[in-house]
Structure formats: structure tokens, C-alpha cells
């Protein structure tokens, strides 16, 4: 929906809350109770949905939103993300997040993200990889295939490193069986991204989740749907967990944990 | 402006629903708004000094038991939502409170009650409304237009719709699995051609506390105009919920 469809109230209430500075699109949160873990602190869940749902919106604000991409045929999904964790907002704080996008390089649309308390401490920053893709035959389109809309890039990378490919990693042990769930999926009818980081949080042993969390990575590579049964697999590594979520014999999703 | 604030009697939260907050019809979760009528009911709890730390060192927490919810329409993606909760009154051993939500242009889009009890988390024990002396001075009797609470009893037997493991991100700040994940589970026990059929009433009640490593056995069975689904953790009662769906 474009701000013009909105209320003058609900825009005048949403400008308080969520703001442009060039190319960075900024909203001012507060992780609410079911955001958090048992320990208070926001789950990576809400952090990756958060971070999700705000480059959406900024698209969306360009004029490159959803629906927009779907009258064209067209959607954009995300490929990897990684995160640099100084550490995680907590139950009721409030913080700043931003994104903006960076530059389109091979297939890749690169944006990056930071999450800051309301003093400016830094306290996340996150890359992203996203590609677009035919919705009907799912093939990888160029990024010049996009329509330009208002998009406004500033390269500046994030104090969070490039994201990495990670590889299938073979032989490691089956941690459990993940049925997928219709709550687990988004207006794409598949898993939604920030649902893989829940499910690995879920499969980590608990003294790896017992330990701070520096760094995380993770790759998306084939789409899962409703009534499929994911495999993970994990280990650990020499800074942290790996793990892996298979389905039909084909890797979905990899993600690793640096503590 | 704040996105929270009090109005009188009445705790205000406005919000706008976002694409993860929405099932593949971009329409919202069930388990969404109920997440945030429990929230906001803690919300205002705290606005009131009743901290989580301060009733946990006071040696007691508030527990949900049972909700109840009325969809006029279900939400869509994008929209905002202006959430409003009161304090109606105490009922025996439990708080009564009943929220409302709105557009903002104030079209009332759906209403729901809740019933909480003061729990001492050691002894697992209810503790009388009364010990509670501050902090509730101001309540409205104002009944939302969500049915009352009940405990959800089937009329038929159930049958066995599968097994779900509890997992960590299912757990809150109370060790034991949230209130909204359990209308999350039930939802993805629907039979599939229930599960983006709105939602008209839905009850549920909370009969025992779930805890991490648990495994919930899932039972379910067609009602007259909708679904009840039971969940069973060693043939103990964890939760029951109705689902009673628009007609089409």
C-alpha cells in the first residue's frame, strides 16, 4: 500500500517511527515480549524478520514493492545473510535499525543493515545477498531486468563482513527431523528466511546456546514448502556450530554459529 | 507520537501488521493477535509498576487460563491496528480483562477477553486477586463483544492428528511454552482445508504448563460449525481450543 492510500494520522504517527536519511530507510522498535528468548534477549528470529520485513518496506517506498514486483512477474529473494552481533537488543529496549542498499554486482543485490541503541551504540550489523528471480519459472533474472524505481544506493559496507558461500558439508550427524508447518510460511507459499534461523536456534545444543553469540551466517539455496520434512544436520566447529537442513536429498538451507 | 499510551481506564497500542506476521494469503495470524492481547495486558501491567522482576521477586507471576476472540474480519498485511485493553474486573481467583481492535478510523475489526490468575511460580499455587493491592485501582466494566471465556469440553472423542515436539523458540521469559504458540500449533494441525479459513470465534484454554523437551500430542475433531483441537503431554491436558469458522 503507498503512503497516499494511508490515513494522514497513521502517516503522521508511522513518520515518528520510521524515517529516510538518503539512502538509508531507519525505523525506531521496541522487541516486545514474544520477540525474546528466555533470557530477555531478542530472539535471532526477530532480529532476521525485523531486518527482512524492513527491506521490504524500504522497496516498498521506492515504489519496487511486492505487489509491484508480482504485476511484473518478477520477486526478489534473499540468498545469504550474515550477522555481527556486539550484542542483542533486549526485552523492551528501544533501538534504531536501518538498511540501505549498496550495489547490484552478478546476479546480487547487496544491502546491509545495523541495529543501534537510542544512544547510537552499535549493537548488530548484518550483509545481505538478495536475487530476483521469475515468479513462474523461478530463473535467476539480472538485476537490470528491475525496474529502477527510486532506488538509492550509498556503497558503504557495514561493520558486518561479506556475506559467505557456505558449502555442503558431508557426513555430519542427523541432529532431528523438522516437519514444515503452515505457520512457517510467508505470502510466497515457502518457508520464509527468517524461519530457518528459528529452526537452527531450536536444533542447537544447549551449551552452544548457553554461550554469546559473535557471528552468524547463513545461505538459502532451495525453497521448502508445506508438508515437506527437513534433516538437520549439525556439529560443531572450531568457533562455533554448524548446521544443515536437508529435504529430498537436496540441501535447502546451511547456516553456521560463531560464539 | 508513542506507538503505546493510556486513554482513561484504557491502554492503547497502535501497530502495523507485517508480511511475517501473515499466512500465505497475507492475511494475519491467528497466533499473532492473540500474542499481542496478552502482551499489551503485560504492558499495561507494567505502565501499572507490576514489572515482571517485581512480581517475580514478589513471588508470583500472572498466568493466562483461558481467552476468547471474535474476528469481524481478519487483518491483512500492511494494515494498522490500534489494540485496546482494560481491566474489567476480579471473578473469584482470576482478573478479568477484555481488549478491542480497531482501525483508525475506528472500525472495530475484531474483540477479545482473557482470564488471568496470580500464580506463586514455587508452590504452584493460585493466589487470591486480593493480595494484589496496587496497581488495579482503575477498571471499566465495558464487555467486549468477544464471547466469554469457557472450558472447551468435545462432544465427540478426538482423533490422533500427529505429535510436535516443543522446541526452544516456543519458551518465554517463563520457561514454559508461550501462550501464543499453542494457537500456532493448533493452527498447524488444522486440517488443511480449515487453515485459511477465517476465523470467526476462537477460544482456548491453558489447563497445564508446557516445558522444553516435552512432546504435545495433538488430537483434533470437526464441531458443528468449526474444529476443536486438545493437546496432551503424557494423557495430561496442556490446552484445548475451538476454532468456529465464517461461513463462506
Redesign the interface.
Known amino acids: 500500500?503507498s503512503a497516499h492510500g494511508?490515513?494522514y494520522?497513521?502517516v503522521?504517527?508511522?513518520m515518528?517511527?520510521e524515517w529516510y536519511d538518503g539512502a538509508y530507510f531507519n525505523r525506531k522498535i521496541?522487541f516486545?515480549?514474544?520477540d525474546?528468548?528466555?533470557s530477555?534477549n531478542a530472539?535471532l528470529?526477530a532480529v532476521m524478520?525485523l531486518l527482512?520485513?524492513l527491506a521490504?518496506e524500504d522497496y516498498e517506498r521506492r515504489g519496487l514493492g511486492?505487489e509491484y514486483l508480482l504485476k511484473h512477474g518478477q520477486a526478489l529473494l534473499l540468498s545469504r545473510m550474515r550477522f555481527k552481533f556486539v550484542r542483542m537488543p533486549v526485552?523492551?529496549e528501544k533501538v534504531v535499525a536501518c538498511t540501505w542498499e549498496r550495489f547490484d554486482k552478478g546476479p546480487y543485490f547487496y544491502r546491509d543493515f545495523e541495529i543501534k541503541s537510542e544512544s547510537g551504540e552499535l549493537l548488530i550489523s548484518a550483509s545481505s545477498q538478495w536475487f530476483l528471480v521469475d515468479i513462474i519459472s523461478r530463473e535467476i533474472l539480472r538485476p537490470s531486468s528491475l525496474a529502477e524505481g527510486r532506488r538509492q544506493l550509498d556503497p558503504r559496507k557495514s561493520d558486518c563482513p561479506d556475506c559467505e558461500k557456505l558449502k555442503k558439508t558431508g557426513d555430519l550427524p542427523v541432529l532431528?527431523r523438522r516437519p514444515v508447518?503452515?505457520?512457517d510460511?510467508?505470502?510466497n507459499?515457502h518457508v520464509?528466511n527468517?524461519v530457518y534461523g528459528?529452526i537452527a536456534?531450536?536444533y542447537?545444543p544447549e551449551e552452544i546456546?548457553k554461550k554469546k553469540i559473535m557471528g552468524f551466517s547463513i545461505n538459502f539455496f532451495i525453497e521448502t514448502k508445506q508438508n515437506e520434512m527437513l534433516e538437520i544436520c549439525g556439529s560443531e566447529t572450531v568457533n562455533g556450530y554448524t548446521l544443515q537442513g536437508m529435504s529430498n536429498s537436496k540441501l535447502r538451507f546451511g547456516c553456521e554459529f560463531v560464539c | 507520537m508513542a506507538d503505546r499510551w493510556f486513554d482513561g481506564t484504557f491502554y492503547k497500542r497502535e501497530l502495523t501488521v507485517n508480511y511475517l506476521d501473515c499466512n500465505t494469503e497475507k492475511k494475519v495470524f491467528l497466533h499473532y493477535i492473540q500474542g499481542i492481547f496478552s502482551e499489551i495486558a503485560g504492558d499495561e501491567s507494567q505502565a501499572n509498576g507490576h514489572t515482571h522482576e517485581f512480581l517475580v521477586n514478589s513471588g508470583r507471576v500472572f498466568l493466562i487460563t483461558r481467552m476468547s476472540f471474535r474476528f469481524l474480519r481478519t487483518p491483512k498485511c500492511n494494515e494498522t491496528l490500534i489494540f485496546t485493553t482494560w481491566f474489567r474486573k476480579t471473578e473469584g481467583r482470576f482478573f478479568l480483562r477484555d481488549c478491542d481492535v480497531r482501525s483508525p478510523k475506528g472500525e472495530l475489526i475484531a474483540s477479545a477477553s482473557g482470564t488471568w490468575a496470580l500464580i506463586d511460580p514455587a508452590e504452584h499455587k493460585v493466589i487470591e486477586p486480593s493480595a494484589l493491592r496496587t496497581g488495579y485501582s482503575e477498571f471499566s466494566e465495558l464487555k467486549a463483544d468477544s464471547p466469554d471465556c469457557k472450558k472447551i469440553v468435545p462432544e465427540v472423542p478426538l482423533t490422533l492428528l500427529g505429535y510436535r515436539s516443543v522446541y526452544y523458540t516456543d519458551l518465554d521469559l517463563n520457561y514454559h511454552v508461550n501462550n501464543a504458540a499453542y494457537s500456532r500449533v493448533a493452527t498447524d494441525f488444522l486440517p488443511p482445508e480449515y487453515q485459511s479459513c477465517e476465523v470467526e470465534d476462537f477460544l482456548i484454554n491453558f489447563n497445564k504448563e508446557t516445558r522444553l523437551d516435552e512432546t504435545l500430542e495433538i488430537r483434533g475433531g470437526v464441531t458443528e460449525h468449526g474444529y476443536i483441537i486438545q493437546g496432551f503431554c503424557d494423557n495430561v491436558l496442556h490446552f484445548a481450543c475451538e476454532f468456529v469458522f465464517r461461513k463462506q
Do not use: P
Open positions: 500500500m494511508k490515513l494520522s497513521e503522521i504517527r508511522k515518528s517511527e521496541i516486545r515480549f514474544g525474546c528468548d528466555k530477555k530472539s528470529y524478520k527482512s520485513e521490504g511486492y526485552h523492551t532431528g508447518c503452515y505457520s510460511l510467508d505470502g507459499c520464509n527468517a528459528k536456534v531450536d542447537l546456546r
